[in-house]
């Protein structure tokens, strides 16, 4: 029997993130730390997405280490990516270029930074799922 769990390589991890559009990015706030979902692309070794003014973008200046995560499911197959880096905003060339990118906000708001985390870390797992309780339907 093979491992329910599989070790995804570099390459296969970026495939992962450059199939997503939705991840989660958790950095510190305070004293603690938060978690919130953005839609992003990648471009290159780049997670990229925008962010407007207020409490994120002062986080993230003031605090730059961050972590980012994306999860799929397709079928009886999940992945899970992770990126650890640190996030810089983009302006003059390099933030017009991002036009370029599959990157539209999800919501009609005001997002006038852009901002890439230069990710230093990428791990991912491939879980093959048994779920055994997928016999069950709701009454």
């Known amino acids: ?13 970026w495939a992962v993130l450059r199939r997503q559009e939705l991840g989660r990015l958790a950095f ?3 004293d603690g730390l938060q978690i919130t979902p953005v839609n992003f692309a990648v471009a290159g070794d780049h997670v990229v997405f925008r962010t407007g003014d ?3 973008f002062s986080d993230l200046v003031q605090n730059p280490e961050v972590a980012f ?14 990126c650890r880096g640190v996030v810089v905003e983009l302006t003059g060339e390099q933030a017009l270029m991002t036009d370029q990118l ?4 999800w919501v ?15 791990t991912g797992r491939r879980f093959h ?3 055994p309780w997928s016999h069950i339907r709701p009454v």
Request: charged share 30%; aromatic share 0%; proline share 4%.
């Open 69 to 82: 995560e994306v999860d799929a499911t397709v079928g009886e197959v999940a992945e899970s990516v992770v």
């Open 108 to 122: 009609a708001s005001h997002k006038t930074h852009v901002m890439a985390i230069r990710v230093r870390e990428i």
């Open 28 to 30: 510190r706030h305070g």
């Open 129 to 131: 799922l048994t779920k």
């Open 1 to 13: 029997m093979t491992s329910p769990v599989d070790v995804l390589t570099e390459v296969e991890c």
């Open 54 to 56: 207020g409490g994120k």
């Open 102 to 105: 599959r990157l539209r906000p």
